[in-house]
């Protein structure tokens, strides 16, 4: 299970200071105590619900539909609520300025988070097709936008559409690169991270479109850009080890899975998503070097943490593994004797 991430946790906080504001400004009997009370009480309570990660995103996605509705109720409450009070008439602008200020900037921030994050929104509701339109539809308002191209492209590589999910990379890199000219912003840590993951990302492009050479062009492209983040590095290191994998190269992709491994046990729970995948990564290397022992050891240790990996069709469906891996897999799986792990 995963904690919220602090910016979610900001927004919770930001609503419900939002929410009290209006409670102390606005309240009556017009409205209903225990509603007040409800959206008084839901956002500490989310600040501390351990959610896993796929929830976390279904979650943001619900609260991104809701958000507009919920505030378009409160404007609509609290002008029924002022104008119909006895003496709304004796300060009648003084009423509508109060209200009607806050409403403005709220619509227009609402608006402008929910209409660039509707795409993501759309992604989560299992309509890629949809959220690369809305994509495309936000590029021509926000052309130099490497944010935005990076997040087409991850829906075109999900949809194999692998020579479009490499064009909006190979923009996103330059629109980065572009950056860094501008403002020198080379100096930055989360530059570097950002300039390194989009070769990683392309690096994973070109894994799914079987072309590894390529592949690890770009992670060695991104490894060599100094002082990156953990989880960048782990990310590197492990779409490296893929790609000498299928290479057959298991001895230097064992390699780059323990340097990898290395800098994802320092990741926080909710970018722990790679430890897992890199000691798959092991599990299937020391199996393919004659190291059956150990590759053995490894799997039950991870399948004690992460039990889904004894599913093939998971491994299969979910995880996109290919035909030797799962052969390999499913040797692990029917053979847990040949060590036993205390």
């Keep these: 299970m995963n904690t919220i991430p602090f910016r979610t946790r900001l927004w919770a906080v930001g609503f419900l200071i939002l929410t009290a504001f209006f409670f102390f400004m606005f309240s009556s009997e017009s409205i209903p105590p225990a509603l007040l009370g409800f959206l008084l009480v839901i956002p500490p309570l989310v600040l501390f619900i351990p959610i896993s990660e796929k929830q976390l995103l279904k979650l943001q996605a619900v609260v991104l539909l809701l958000t507009p509705m919920l505030i378009m109720g409160f404007c609509i409450v609290f002008f029924i609520q002022l104008t119909s009070s006895d003496n709304s008439g004796d300060n009648i602008w003084l009423t509508l300025f109060l209200l009607l200020m806050p409403i403005l900037v709220l619509l227009w921030f609402c608006f ?8 993501a929104v759309l992604a989560q509701l299992g309509m890629p097709n949809l959220a690369i339109a809305h994509y495309t539809n936000l590029l021509r308002l926000a052309p130099n936008s490497p944010i935005l191209f990076s997040n087409r492209a991850l829906l075109h590589l999900n949809q194999a559409n692998y020579d479009d999910a490499l064009a909006d990379y190979d923009r996103a890199i330059e629109l980065v690169r572009a950056q860094k000219k501008q403002d020198n912003a080379a100096s930055t840590v989360d530059f570097r991270s950002n300039l390194s993951g989009l070769y990683g990302s392309r690096a994973a492009v070109h894994i799914a479109n079987h072309d590894f050479e390529p592949a690890i062009a770009d992670c060695d492209t991104g490894l060599a850009i100094p002082d990156l983040s953990p989880m960048v590095q782990a990310f590197l290191h492990h779409n490296r080890a893929a790609a000498l994998s299928e290479l057959q190269e298991y001895s230097d992709a064992l390699i780059d899975i323990e340097m990898g491994e290395e800098h994802a046990q320092s990741l926080p729970d909710h970018q722990a998503i790679l430890l897992p995948m890199l000691r798959s ?14 590759a053995a050891a490894v799997w039950q240790t991870l399948v004690r943490t992460h039990p889904n990996y004894q599913n093939v069709e998971w491994l299969k469906n979910d995880m996109k593994w290919r035909d030797w891996q799962l052969d390999v897999a499913k040797q692990l799986i029917n053979n847990p004797s040949q060590v036993n792990v205390a």
């Design 112 to 119: 402008r988070i929910f209409w660039f994050q509707w795409a």
């Design 281 to 294: 990564q092991k599990a299937l290397a020391l199996y393919q070097l004659e190291r059956e022992t150990d």
